[in-house]
């Protein structure tokens, strides 16, 4: 799998929109890049995957450059609630393991 | 719907005990993943499992042993207990599925070992 780097820490307005960036510039064409994240000492959340196109749900948004070697995490309206801190995965789809690196703490102030 | 559930949630051991954390899961996934995570850091895999009968080493495996005999289970035993083995584990679960795999966690089983 390929490695990530992300800066370990970010700070964000409530209200306000995170931006939380991740280099994977190792990436292999068949890695999907996975975001995940874990308040407090809790069991981590998955939040959004992708491939090559931007995605979005309920939770976030994913930008993927279009060479693929960097993300963007995105929270459109930044709560409280999503002080946590966020790790960037890529992976094989169906590849068996996950490899966590060191993540972003996210501090979402008032 | 349960999803993971892990026992016990805190535990003090003494060194050189053993002890067997439980995992069981409800959603009939086939892979199960065993991690720990030490005060600060980030998740290391111990050992996974693609299917019953199935298990193989992660990142950190030495102090650990696993077995898989059904589909719902994935125990991790510690035979010797260390001051090293102090930490966070968690369980998770995924589906081999085309196009996404999203794993699921436990809530955590906090050991300290004394």
């Known amino acids: 799998d390929a490695k990530t780097t992300q800066p370990p820490s970010m700070d964000c307005a409530e209200g306000r929109a995170a931006n939380l960036p991740c280099n994977h510039s190792?990436?292999?064409?068949?890695?999907?890049v996975y975001w995940y994240r874990q308040i407090h000492s809790q069991g981590p959340q998955y939040i959004i995957h992708g491939l090559k196109n931007n995605e979005t749900n309920e939770m976030a948004s994913l930008i993927i450059t279009e060479d693929r070697k960097s993300s963007t995490l995105i929270l459109p309206h930044a709560t409280l609630r999503d002080t946590a801190v966020y790790y960037c995965?890529?992976?094989?789809?169906?590849?068996?393991?996950?490899?966590f690196g060191s993540g972003t703490k996210l501090n979402v102030k008032p | 719907n349960a999803g993971v559930t892990q026992t016990p949630k805190f535990r003090i051991l003494k060194i050189g005990q053993s002890m067997t954390l439980q995992c069981t899961q409800d959603m009939n996934h086939n892979y199960m993943y065993w991690y720990r995570q030490d005060p600060g850091m980030g998740l290391k895999l111990i050992y996974y499992?693609?299917?019953?009968?199935?298990?193989d080493k992660g990142e950190v495996p030495n102090g650990y042993n696993v077995s898989r005999s059904t589909t719902e289970d994935f125990p991790l035993r510690l035979e010797l207990a260390a001051p090293s083995q102090t930490s966070v584990y968690f369980c998770a679960s995924s589906y081999s599925q085309q196009g996404a795999s999203e794993a699921f966690f436990g809530q955590g089983t906090r050991l300290t070992v004394v």
């Open positions: 995965i890529v992976r094989v789809y169906n590849f068996n393991k996950f490899y």
């Open positions: 190792t990436i292999s064409g068949n890695e999907y």
């Open positions: 499992s693609v299917g019953a009968g199935i298990t």
